[in-house]
């Protein structure tokens, strides 16, 4: 008995089967690897994020390096001239701000319990006592003359206010718990801590043979001279570009932010602003997520310190300005549009780079392996459909 062959219905049916079959694997495939890839970071952490930290150094410290070379000293003594000026700057801004930097640490610590309390006090009042305005969203009296007006069935019949409350009054410790948890992963551990200090080293001599690699660096891809290779040498020197771009920018516009949140905290009486603005040096080398982070950590401080709101409207006033400033002058002047990301596209990035990579690091490092996987989209994908 011979079987028909399919009908042409039957087999375009067939082939969207296998089609979608194939992307589903492959979609499969992109993200077992991607997750492969932040377990990988995960396990070798202790020796990444030292060969890392020395790569962000050597490209901020580059330019000044050739700039002493170009007159006429030799390099390796135009290093070791930089590292002193660079070791003394350090000193001195770090022997200015850590000892008020760990006092308001050790104060916010030993506070947090009472601010969490009060916290939950105002929380409490605010729900039971509501504004004139919000009392017009609330459910009207009972009218069976129970004597249960509407601010206290609000109270009553609001277990989601009162599960929202416990649950923002819990997460201001646990906001500190995690922060202090992404440090403790950066700085704890024998191995990492021998590694910290091979970061001069590892600068030293990135910065040494920095002509070298670059003329170099092809000659060890496992590839054959071929089309394979170019299109290799090719997409890692694209990343290199975005990767050199985004951390030399970000580390001088993160700096930048932290030194006006400093000012602006400061100046409206927030305690505690030395240690918000030595977090947001760290924390808004993430683009938005680490500026909203800093933004929320004020507006609590401020609200459980003052307990009004013209406080913490003048928070959010100088996390507009710090916004405004960054990205109507300190972004474009220090970076330009070297990344060349949309804003819209960055958020996603960071928040997929947290999720799958793992932490601050994975949130850094989304932003210039999203604008590199930009540039091979627009070389292997999009030009291709351009030309069709």
């Known amino acids: 008995m011979s079987l028909k062959p399919p009908t042409e219905k039957q087999s375009s049916l067939i082939w969207f089967a296998l089609t979608g079959l194939a992307v589903a694997t492959v979609i499969g495939l992109i993200v077992a690897g991607v997750w492969g890839l932040g377990r990988v970071i995960d396990l070798l952490s202790p020796v990444l994020w030292p060969l890392a930290v020395a790569g962000v150094v050597a490209c901020l410290l580059s330019p000044v390096v050739d700039f002493f070379e170009k007159r006429n000293i030799p390099r390796a003594r135009a290093i070791l001239l930089v590292f002193v000026i660079a070791f003394a700057v350090v000193l001195g801004v770090l022997a200015s701000i850590i000892p008020q930097v760990v006092v308001e640490t050790k104060e916010l610590a030993s506070k947090v319990p009472e601010y969490s309390h009060r916290l939950q006090a105002r929380v409490n ?16 009296p009972a009218p069976d003359g129970t004597g249960v007006n509407a601010n206290d069935s609000a109270t009553a019949d609001s277990p989601d ?18 922060l202090l948890g992404q440090v403790l992963v950066v700085l704890t551990g024998f191995g990492l801590l021998a590694g ?21 660096w092809q000659e060890y891809l496992p590839l054959q001279g071929s089309r394979a290779k170019e299109e290799a040498v090719f997409v890692i020197e694209s990343i290199n570009q975005y990767l050199v771009a985004f951390f030399r920018g970000q580390v001088l516009v993160a700096l ?20 918000l603005g030595f977090a947001a040096v760290f924390l808004t080398m993430i ?15 401020s609200f459980v310190q003052y307990q009004d709101g013209v406080h913490p409207a003048m928070v959010v006033l100088v996390f507009a300005v710090v916004q405004v400033l960054e990205g109507l002058v300190i972004s474009p002047k220090i970076m330009g549009d070297r990344v060349g990301l949309h804003p819209l596209a960055i958020i996603i990035a960071v928040m997929t ?30 030009k291709q459909k351009e030309k069709a």
């Open 256 to 275: 930048c932010d932290a030194v006006l949140y400093t000012i602006g905290f400061l100046s409206i009486g927030v305690n505690y602003a030395f240690l």
């Open 161 to 178: 206010l009162a599960a929202a409350t416990q649950w923002l009054t819990g997460s201001l410790p646990k906001m500190g718990t995690w």
């Open 125 to 140: 009042d605010f729900i039971a006592h509501p504004p004139e305005f919000v009392q017009h969203f609330l459910p009207a």
């Open 353 to 382: 780079g947290t999720t799958l990579l793992g932490g601050i690091l994975g949130g850094i490092l989304a932003i210039p392996l999203a604008a590199a996987l930009r540039v091979i989209l627009f070389r292997y994908v999009w």
């Open 196 to 216: 910290l200090a091979l970061i001069p080293v590892y600068t030293f001599y990135f910065l040494l043979e920095k002509r070298q690699i670059q003329a170099h």
């Open 287 to 301: 683009p938005f997520i680490g500026a909203i982070v800093i933004c929320i950590s004020a507006l609590t401080l």
